[in-house]
Nanobody, 121 residues
Framework: QVQVVESGGGQVQPGGSLRLSCAASGSISSIDYMGWSRQAPGQLRELVATISSDGRTTYTDSMKGRFTISRDNAKNTVYLQMNSLRPEDTAVYYC???????????????WGQGTQVTVSS
């Protein structure tokens, strides 16, 4: 069994910061990409950022310069530092991990349950 668990969400004022964490645990052989997506009420889920096992990152344009993704491979954990938050950043933030359960197994994508981020004064 694999678990992907996010933490760190909450309410913050516009211009504030939050740091999200996500840990993957269980019988995992290796993790390739990890990433964050978000879904606002009534909207489709959108990609926020991804990070490879060797630290290469991608960001959706609207989040470049404000959000930073990082990871700790030893802890199977990915982080999302969010600065200069805006009301439109309000959403449920989901973590995902592309991983293998065995050394030569196929890659699977596992998602967390999400953590709510609310930006409001």
């Amino acid at each position: 069994q694999v678990q992907v668990v996010e933490s760190g969400g909450g309410q913050v004022q516009p211009g504030g910061s939050l740091r999200l964490s996500c840990a993957a645990s269980g019988s995992i052989s290796s993790i390739d990409y990890m990433g964050w997506s978000r879904q606002a009420p009534g909207q489709l889920r959108e990609l926020v950022a991804t990070i490879s096992s060797d630290g290469r990152t991608t960001y959706t344009d609207s989040m470049k310069g404000r959000f930073t993704i990082s990871r700790d491979n030893a802890k199977n954990t990915v982080y999302l530092q969010m600065n200069s938050l805006r009301p439109e950043d309000t959403a449920v933030y989901y973590c995902n991990a592309r991983l293998r359960l065995t050394r030569f197994g196929v890659y699977e994508i596992h998602w967390g349950q999400g953590t709510q981020v609310t930006v409001s004064s």
